[in-house]
């Protein structure tokens, strides 16, 4: 069964430019979740998606949205960038069923975005 | 809110026994995870832990006491590859994590 994987592996964006990054799951995983790594932070995290809806939301600013398809797949949008959007994104499916969370993430390789 | 307390660095020799600490401080509390990444790869899932106790998976055992909203990660015989970031989860309405304990092994 294939991992979760991640695309693009690397981005560099320029400040005020926009992003979309993707997220395939795990073949059968409905719940999507994505998390920004910096170094020191840990994972912050970004949103989770669960049947195309949108179930949690961390505390970041509107600039960052997500959205899920039919099929799972998810992408996650950076709009106006700034520098310290620099970060590792990281994707993470799981069996998550409805109105609860799974203890059990699998993570992507993640996307490192550059912003300059 | 949610917020978890880990150590930021531990040392520890090849072969002996290192435990890392989480403490954790949360609302709608569903368990605790633990999570390996080396440097440059992906979260890896280690353990869960939904009830009071200890789980043990070969090396590696994870606590957890809720009553003291307080969890550790033990790692056995310590080997060079164990040498990585480990990170606490809290399981709530949400998944968070800890900012991660770097693990550095000596020979």
């Known amino acids: 069964k294939a991992g979760v994987t991640q695309t693009p592996r690397y981005l560099i964006k320029t400040r005020g430019q926009q992003v979309t990054l993707s997220c395939s799951p795990i073949s059968g995983h409905r719940s999507v979740s994505w998390y920004q790594q910096t170094p020191g932070q840990g994972l912050q995290f970004l949103f989770e998606y669960f049947s195309e809806t949108q179930r949690n939301k961390g505390n970041f600013p509107g600039r960052f949205s997500g959205r899920q398809f039919s099929n799972s797949r998810s992408e996650m949008n950076v709009s106006t960038l700034e520098l310290g959007d620099s970060a590792l994104y990281l994707c993470a499916s799981s069996l998550a069923s409805g109105g609860t969370t799974n203890e059990k993430l699998f993570f992507g390789s993640g996307t490192q975005l550059s912003v300059l | 809110g949610q917020s978890l307390e880990q150590p930021s660095e531990v040392t520890a020799v090849e072969g002996a026994i290192v435990q890392i600490n989480c403490t954790y401080q949360t609302s709608g509390f569903y368990g605790l995870s633990w999570y390996q990444q080396h440097d440059g790869g992906a979260p890896t899932f280690l353990s869960y832990n939904a009830l009071d106790g200890l789980e043990e998976t070969g090396r590696f055992s994870s606590f957890l006491s809720r009553s003291d909203s307080y969890g550790y990660l033990l790692l056995q015989e310590l080997q060079m590859k164990d040498s990585a970031s480990y990170f606490c989860?809290?399981?709530?309405?949400?998944?968070?994590f800890g900012s991660g304990t770097r693990l550095s092994i000596r020979p």
């Open positions: 989860a809290v399981s709530a309405s949400k998944i968070i």
